[in-house]
């Protein structure tokens, strides 16, 4: 009977969370988070505390430099973030001295009901301007902050983990360890005679 060589683990393993809870492989505590073999061959539950720890295992394959497409995307956003801060520090200036040119040419009419009506109007287009400006300044800050969070996000996490020499080794010596238990299983060892 030949049994067939297990195949050799690769020090390449995913990260994932699980839903239930098993004791970590290194210091016992419960954990849902699981170190999968890429090839599928090996898998283990880990603290995310060891997997910070370089002397455990370390990060490998991080995703590249964002495209150009995505920092096009923020330059467009940083772009917009700029005018509309533009439009509003202009629009305070030119607001100030608007309202004081107004408030004169009021006071040179000498006429109350002019000046009351002119700057409650003007007060309301300016309100309204400044109200799509902050809308549209609101839309580019929530699609900046959420750009940058992804990206955030996706350089914290690597592709892939690498583990350290001596606990791939202690994968390696469970592994074999599972494979002689199944073929000590599968042998079947002569039965002792009866009748003697």
């Known amino acids: 009977m030949s049994t067939a060589a297990p195949a050799a683990l690769r020090n390449a393993y995913l990260e994932k969370t699980a839903t239930t809870e098993r004791s970590c492989f290194i210091c016992m505590k419960m954990t849902t988070k699981v170190l999968t073999a890429k090839d599928g061959g090996d898998f283990f539950y880990i603290c995310a505390s060891h997997l910070q720890d370089p002397g455990f295992a370390k990060g490998e394959g991080f995703p590249p430099v964002p495209t150009a497409e995505a920092l096009a995307a923020v330059a ?3 772009k917009k973030k700029e005018e509309a801060e533009k439009k509003k520090a202009a629009g305070d200036t030119s607001a100030a001295t608007t309202e004081e040119d107004k408030r004169s040419h ?16 003007t007060k309301a287009v300016s309100s309204v301007s400044a109200f799509i400006n902050d809308e549209e300044a609101t839309k580019a800050r929530i699609q900046a902050a959420e750009l940058e969070r992804r990206q955030a996000e996706a350089r914290k ?5 690498v583990l350290h020499r001596d606990i791939f080794y202690l994968r390696q010596m469970e592994a074999k360890k599972k494979t002689a238990k199944k073929t000590l299983n599968n042998i079947s060892f002569p039965k002792v005679p009866a009748g003697i």
């Open 157 to 161: 996490k690597p592709a892939y983990w």
């Open 106 to 121: 009021a006071a040179k009419l000498g006429s109350a009901m002019f000046s009351g009506l002119g700057s409650v109007a």
């Open 76 to 78: 467009a956003v940083r």
